[in-house]
């Protein structure tokens, strides 16, 4: 009842509190700072538990499934979950010693629990240490009195609690204790749909080892009155306590008007940002002082309520509402040195954030606000970007392809580059499947699939090439030149009309073509929910595939190369090849 109370009267929650620019780093991809924070974040990688919040339905997006269940991206067709499992069954495999492992722990809910469970189970966990902590609804209110909400005359109606709860799950359950006695050091919280949140987890935790933060937010740039929101620490008027915690974007602009500037919530003339970094909610937690904090706390986390009014009168609700809690509040409840030991990670968003968390319609509208679209497709060609982006900064010569427009929603279609993580995950590891980088020349229509322990001496690709290293084999990669550049023609994406009619794949830069016969037709086929949040499909018209697991004679060889046509092995490489010109000329 305080908490409504306070809602109706619009009492400030940060009154007395005074907001400045907290202590942390900002790294740019290639520099030499980046490389530095990663080489150190690498040696700590080893000790890390991972924490993935995935408590939702789909339902948002138009899909009536888990969201850790959906596709990541259309090439492959990986799924969230299963890319996520990937990464940290990669990051075990090359940096625990010994019997060490790597694990994770998901927070579901009651909607997401059955779906979970069984896609695990139907997986065999993928491969992985996981635990599922299941966090309870708490019950809906109706009005400003704290009245409980009914669905009939006997159903109590309940909501969630929030994301906060997986502390709270996290020291209920034993996870957070038992991963300490295991001797994991640090602890990675994560969402359910961002498909780049691994990309620079070894520079994060290379920050937090050389600044000593306890607790560590990614962020990336904000634009002032950006809805997302800020981490800024707090000092309080009429005490020496300090906060560095998150501060909701509609809380941020009274809060400088306030305090230190009268316009307000707006950008820096030299940046043309906020100056305060934007909070994605991917947390880096040192995990000794989190066990001690949790077992103060218990996990519990501040709660709020954030009801919709039917009037002025501020007494009756739209819909019910419920008390919540967030998972960054954890911040809130440090005290004294550890409060101290709270900072920050920005990135480029392109590197570490492209959510899937809008269907169609609510994407197209942020778009044309010049809002990212935060959808299946925007989501998709950030994850082909960010891969081919990495590319670049190692020297590789990789075109940048057009942008394509799919139901409202543009952005860039190419090339779509899948580097899976048993090949590689951070920008150091790049350079080592990549050697050569000068020798790599990838265009923009093309498709690039690695997997396995695959080093790429030198290609030249114009089309779809998918190059596959079998468990336990290696596989040098020379396709080069006019005996071994690979040109195909590749894979084209085919528009689909989400009501069911597939549009025929045309280009931007040419007449449209005639409409299909399907269109003239009054039968209008279903196509999948994946298909229709994104308003396409990719065909496949042609590729070439390079995988060790189709040769037929091994012998105790685990080695092979492909050069141009033919995949052999090492030895017989290298005695067919002694002494010729290795330049690749």
Request: proline share 5%; charged share 25%; hydrophobic share 35%.
């Amino acid at each position: 009842r305080r908490l409504l109370a306070d809602a109706a009267e619009g009492k400030n929650p940060l009154e007395g509190w005074t907001p400045e620019v907290p202590k942390g780093a900002e790294l740019t991809p290639g520099t030499p700072d980046f490389k530095a924070k990663e080489a150190m974040g690498i040696n700590e990688l080893g000790k890390v538990g991972f924490v993935l919040v995935a408590g939702g339905l789909g339902e948002r997006l138009g899909y009536s499934g888990i969201k850790i269940g959906l596709p990541t991206e259309s090439t492959t067709g990986l799924t969230y979950i299963e890319l996520y499992c990937r990464q940290i069954k990669a990051l075990q495999t090359r940096y625990c010693e010994g019997d060490d492992k790597l694990s994770l722990a998901i927070m579901v809910s009651g909607d997401t629990v059955d779906g979970t469970t069984e896609l695990l189970s139907a997986n065999n966990n993928f491969g992985i240490d996981i635990t599922v902590m299941q966090q309870e609804k708490v019950l809906a209110l109706s009005d400003s009195t704290g009245k409980i909400a009914m669905n009939g005359k006997y159903e109590v109606e309940s909501k969630p609690h929030g994301h906060g709860d997986v502390h709270m799950l996290m020291h209920s359950s034993g996870t957070a204790k038992k991963w300490a006695e295991e001797g994991k050091k640090w602890l990675a919280f994560f969402q359910d749909t961002n498909g780049l949140a691994f990309t620079t987890l070894a520079a994060v935790l290379g920050v937090s080892a050389s600044l000593g933060l306890d607790v560590n937010s990614v962020c990336v740039p904000r634009v002032a009155k950006q809805a997302v929101g800020a981490i800024a620490k707090l000092s309080h008027k009429d005490s020496d306590k300090t906060m560095t915690v998150n501060v909701e974007y509609n809380q941020l602009d009274p809060l400088l008007r306030a305090t230190i500037n009268p316009e307000g919530d707006v950008n820096d003339p030299t940046t043309g940002k906020s100056m305060f970094p934007g909070n994605i909610n991917q947390l880096i937690l040192s995990l000794a002082p989190y066990c001690e904090v949790l077992d103060q706390t218990q996990g519990i986390m501040g709660e709020f309520v954030n009801p919709k009014y039917t009037d002025d009168t501020k007494t009756s609700f739209k819909k019910p509402t419920r008390l919540e809690c967030m998972m960054q509040d954890y911040a809130k409840v440090l005290e004294g040195a550890k409060a101290e030991r709270v900072g920050f990670t920005m990135f480029p968003g392109w590197i570490c954030y492209s959510p899937c968390k809008n269907n169609v319609d609510d994407a197209a509208a942020a778009v044309k606000k010049g809002v990212p679209g935060g959808c299946a497709w925007s989501a998709e060609s950030d994850q082909y970007f960010a891969q081919a982006e990495i590319m670049r900064h190692c020297g590789c010569n990789v075109e940048e392809g057009e942008t394509r427009e799919f139901l409202g929603i543009p952005a860039n279609a190419g090339p779509r580059i899948v580097i899976d993580a048993s090949t590689a995950v951070f920008s150091s590891e790049y350079t080592r499947v990549f050697p050569y980088p000068n020798r790599i020349k990838v265009s923009a229509r093309s498709t690039l699939v690695i997997q396995g322990d695959v080093v790429v001496e030198a290609l030249e690709l114009d089309g779809a090439l998918v190059i596959k290293a079998a468990p336990s084999h290696k596989l040098r990669v020379l396709a080069y030149g006019d005996n071994g550049r690979i040109v195909n023609e590749g894979h084209v994406f085919e528009e689909v009309d989400p009501k069911g009619a597939k549009s025929p794949a045309k280009s931007p830069a040419k007449k449209s073509p005639a409409k299909s016969p399907l269109a003239k037709t009054n039968a209008v086929p279903k196509v999948s929910e994946i298909t229709a949040m994104r308003g396409f499909t990719v065909k496949k018209v042609g590729e070439t595939v390079i995988d060790t697991a189709t040769s037929e004679e091994t012998g105790d060889s685990k080695g092979f190369v492909y050069s141009g046509g033919a995949l052999v092995m090492d030895h017989l490489y290298e005695e067919e090849y002694k002494g010729a010109c290795g330049c690749f000329c």
